[in-house]
């Protein structure tokens, strides 16, 4: 499985408002067509990655919503067959004081009382595009059990219960190791991943990295890629145990492109199961293990 991390943003496939460009996204279709790969979209709705012409566009709510209905239409309409899964709305709660959604409510307006009606809409929207398509909410730091997960979950709930179209929820998984708690990794993934299923939708690990502090050469320790190892087995784990979660990536694959470096001015690095010279590190034996194990548990 391959996905764009940026040739199906805005800003590359839409350089000014009148304008296409699918050339990026179309090579990685073709890459991934050649080599019997499925291709997942990022992402149609996201509140960066957005070209100035939009951003600073002074547009009418209304002219908005056009904007963006003909924008998902345009897009997955292209890609209809070619892509089996999108992330449609990635990362609405990147503020704390925004998670907190009322459920079973019916005044459900996203501009005044910072409701779900916006990401409603376009789901249906993206159903309408491609019927055939698994439609996805993609959302960083709600892995585990947290007040931004219990957010998650509840709109979740909420959409399935009125029928709104969610295939999915994609964790994406960008981890520090400084903050990593493996233990508790284990237990709170496995807890969320389950609640979720149980709803009636996929979960697919979506953007996983586990960074490394670096020191001024830029090397992390060998005790610290050791435990990097246990993360990616611990997430690992609690995705095989559950049947509803259907699919685990990494954020790239090798140390080489990685965005951590750049995004923690060297700070931070060595996040993949690869590394700069392309050989396998001791995360990527710890996910091969862990699916071979499964395999045969499973089987």
Same mark, same amino acid.
């Given at each position: 499985?391959?996905?764009?991390?940026?040739?199906?943003?805005?800003?590359?496939?839409?350089?000014?408002?009148?304008?296409? &460009?699918?050339?990026?996204?179309?090579?990685?279709?073709?890459?991934?067509?050649?080599?019997?790969?499925?291709?997942?979209?990022?992402?149609?709705?996201?509140?960066?990655?957005?070209?100035?012409?939009?951003?600073?566009?002074?547009?009418?709510?209304?002219?908005?919503?056009?904007?963006?209905?003909?924008?998902?239409?345009?897009?997955?309409?292209?890609?209809?067959?070619?892509?089996?899964?999108?992330?449609?709305?990635?990362?609405?709660?990147?503020?704390?004081?925004?998670?907190?959604? =009322?459920?079973?409510?019916?005044?459900?307006?996203?501009?005044?009382?910072?409701?779900?009606?916006?990401? /409603?809409?376009?789901? *249906?929207?993206?159903?309408?595009?491609? =019927?055939?398509?698994?439609?996805?909410?993609?959302?960083?730091?709600?892995?585990?059990?947290? *007040?931004?997960?219990?957010?998650?979950?509840?709109?979740?709930?909420?959409?399935?219960?009125?029928?709104?179209?969610?295939?999915?929820?994609?964790?994406?998984?960008?981890?520090?190791?400084?903050?990593?708690?493996?233990?508790?990794?284990?237990?709170?993934?496995?807890?969320?991943?389950?609640?979720?299923?149980?709803?009636?939708?996929?979960?697919?690990?979506?953007?996983?990295?586990?960074?490394?502090?670096?020191?001024?050469?830029?090397?992390?320790?060998?005790? &610290?890629?050791?435990?990097?190892?246990?993360?990616?087995?611990?997430?690992?784990?609690?995705?095989?145990?559950?049947?509803?979660?259907?699919?685990?990536?990494?954020?790239?694959?090798?140390?080489?492109?990685?965005?951590?470096?750049?995004?923690?001015?060297?700070?931070?690095?060595?996040?993949?199961?690869?590394?700069?010279?392309?050989?396998?590190?001791?995360?990527?034996?710890?996910?091969? /293990?862990?699916?071979?194990?499964? *395999?045969?548990?499973?089987?």
């Amino acid at each position: 499985m391959v996905e764009a991390e940026d040739a199906m943003k805005w800003w590359v496939l839409r350089p000014d408002a009148a304008t296409y &460009d699918f050339g990026q996204g179309d090579e990685l279709v073709r890459f991934a067509q050649a080599h019997g790969m499925k291709v997942r979209g990022h992402c149609l709705v996201w509140g960066r990655s957005n070209p100035e012409w939009l951003t600073q566009g002074h547009f009418t709510a209304l002219q908005l919503s056009r904007l963006l209905h003909e924008h998902i239409d345009r897009v997955m309409s292209h890609y209809a067959g070619q892509v089996f899964a999108w992330d449609v709305v990635t990362k609405l709660w990147m503020k704390t004081e925004m998670c907190e959604v =009322p459920s079973g409510t019916t005044n459900r307006h996203w501009i005044s009382g910072h409701g779900t009606e916006y990401i /409603e809409q376009v789901l *249906r929207w993206a159903h309408e595009a491609d =019927p055939h398509a698994l439609l996805f909410y993609n959302e960083a730091e709600g892995e585990g059990l947290n *007040r931004k997960s219990d957010a998650i979950y509840t709109m979740v709930k909420d959409f399935k219960r009125l029928g709104i179209p969610i295939d999915g929820v994609g964790l994406q998984m960008h981890i520090s190791l400084a903050d990593a708690d493996i233990p508790g990794i284990a237990a709170n993934i496995s807890a969320n991943i389950a609640r979720l299923t149980a709803l009636g939708v996929q979960v697919h690990i979506t953007e996983l990295d586990v960074s490394l502090p670096l020191d001024s050469s830029g090397l992390a320790r060998a005790e &610290d890629l050791s435990r990097q190892a246990d993360v990616y087995r611990a997430i690992v784990r609690a995705c095989l145990n559950s049947a509803g979660c259907t699919a685990i990536q990494t954020w790239g694959f090798t140390d080489k492109y990685s965005w951590i470096g750049s995004h923690s001015r060297g700070a931070r690095g060595q996040a993949l199961p690869f590394d700069r010279a392309y050989q396998p590190k001791a995360a990527y034996r710890a996910v091969l /293990e862990e699916i071979l194990a499964g *395999r045969s548990t499973r089987h």
